[in-house]
Structure formats: C-alpha cells, structure tokens
C-alpha cells in the first residue's frame, strides 16, 4: 500500500468517526504518523482529502454491494433480503458515510447518487433474475419497480424526520422486508383482492 493510500484509508476512519467540522489537518497527520508538512505535500487542504478519503470508502461499499449482486451460491431471495437491507441501511443514521454526509452538502451530493444508481442497477438485475426463476412477478421485470423500491426504503427511513415516528433503525428494516417480499395481504386478503380486479 502506497503512502498516499494509507493517508486516504486512515482519514476515512476518522472522518467517518469525527465528522469534517470536528477534524484538523494536525489530528490526521498525528494520526496516521506523519508530518502535517508531508500531509500537505499529499493534498493541498483537507476538503480534497475528504472528498478522495470518502471516495475510496464509498468504492469498497459499492464493491461489497456488487459481490452480494453477483454470488451464485446465495440463495435468491437472501440476496434480494440483503439488497433491500443495504438500501435501507444506506438511509438510516447508523450507515457509516451519514454523519459526514449531513455536515457537508457537497458530500452528499457525492454519496447518495452514486450509491442510489447502484442499489437501481443491481436491483432490477436482481429482479429480473427473480422473475426469471419464477420467484418473482413477471411485472416486476420492468425498469419502473426497482425505482419504486428505493423510494418506499427511503420513505421508511426517513419517517423520523418526515412524520416523528421513532422506531429503531432495526425495526425498520424488518417492516420494510415484511412489506416488500411478503405484502400486505394476508391470504383471504390476496383472494379478495383478486376477487375484486375480476369484477372490475
């Protein structure tokens, strides 16, 4: 590892534990063991660091996303229970890019697109591998339910802020996947729903 990228993994660290306001060029250059000389000669100030430092965060993540995305041996719906929970995990306050994201707007810009795109590409993939193997709804292999998915997630992680409810970051999760992969109809809900759309 080169020393610029152990720079940039070590201030993502404490970015990531500090937030931007909160951190110094000197506390990174203690930190990692170097001169804040030498820290300079690397990046002219610490908003250029920041936004490199994040970057790479943000690369490894996407990694991760994509080998979930990609694994074989995982069982279909485990993969689209795990896709859904690093969606909603991306939006709730415990998602370790979220306290920097919300000092800095710019960062923000940078995170949340980038990793939207991501969760939307690899969710309809993964859709249309469900629909494929017959797990899932042939009308879910159109490009309209992943963005639809995405925003019912970020609806439910931001219903503190929306309408003041307070349910934990876990309880949330496991009303999001109960809602996405197993409705809200129950049985006699399903057949009358049914019912319905045949005298419709």
Same mark, same amino acid.
């Given at each position: 590892? !080169? %020393?610029?990228?152990?720079?940039?993994?070590?201030? !993502?660290?404490?970015?990531?534990?500090? &937030?931007?306001?909160?951190?110094? *060029?000197?506390?990174?250059?203690?930190?990692?063991?170097?001169?804040?000389?030498?820290?300079?000669?690397?990046?002219? &100030?610490?908003?250029?660091?920041?936004?490199?430092?994040?970057?790479?965060?943000?690369?490894?993540?996407?990694?991760? #996303?994509?080998?979930?995305?990609?694994?074989?041996?995982?069982?279909?719906?485990?993969?689209?229970?795990?896709?859904?929970?690093?969606?909603?995990?991306?939006?709730?306050?415990?998602?370790?890019? =979220? %306290?920097?994201? =919300?000092?800095?707007?710019?960062?923000?810009?940078?995170?949340?697109?980038?990793?939207?795109?991501?969760?939307?590409?690899?969710? =309809?993939?993964?859709?249309?591998?469900? /629909?494929?193997? $017959?797990?899932?709804?042939?009308?879910?292999?159109?490009?309209?339910?992943?963005?639809?998915?995405? $925003?019912?997630?970020?609806?439910? *992680?931001?219903?503190?802020?929306?309408?003041?409810?307070?349910?934990?970051?876990?309880?949330?999760?496991?009303?999001?996947?109960? /809602?996405?992969?197993?409705?809200? #109809?129950?049985?006699?809900?399903?057949?009358?729903?049914?019912?319905? $759309?045949?005298? #419709?």
């Amino acid at each position: 590892m !080169s %020393k610029r990228e152990l720079i940039l993994l070590s201030a !993502s660290t404490l970015f990531i534990e500090k &937030g931007y306001k909160n951190l110094t *060029m000197e506390e990174i250059a203690d930190y990692i063991g170097i001169t804040k000389k030498t820290l300079y000669n690397h990046f002219p &100030g610490k908003f250029e660091l920041m936004k490199e430092a994040i970057e790479l965060r943000l690369n490894s993540i996407l990694e991760d #996303l994509q080998n979930l995305a990609t694994d074989k041996d995982c069982h279909f719906t485990l993969k689209l229970k795990k896709l859904i929970r690093f969606a909603a995990h991306s939006f709730s306050k415990e998602f370790p890019l =979220s %306290k920097i994201a =919300s000092e800095n707007a710019m960062i923000q810009n940078i995170i949340f697109p980038v990793i939207s795109k991501h969760i939307i590409h690899l969710t =309809s993939k993964i859709m249309k591998e469900g /629909v494929d193997k $017959g797990i899932l709804r042939k009308e879910l292999k159109d490009e309209t339910p992943p963005y639809i998915l995405l $925003g019912i997630i970020e609806v439910f *992680m931001n219903m503190e802020k929306r309408y003041g409810i307070k349910d934990s970051a876990f309880d949330l999760f496991f009303f999001i996947e109960k /809602v996405l992969l197993e409705g809200v #109809l129950s049985d006699r809900g399903r057949e009358e729903y049914r019912q319905l $759309g045949e005298e #419709l």
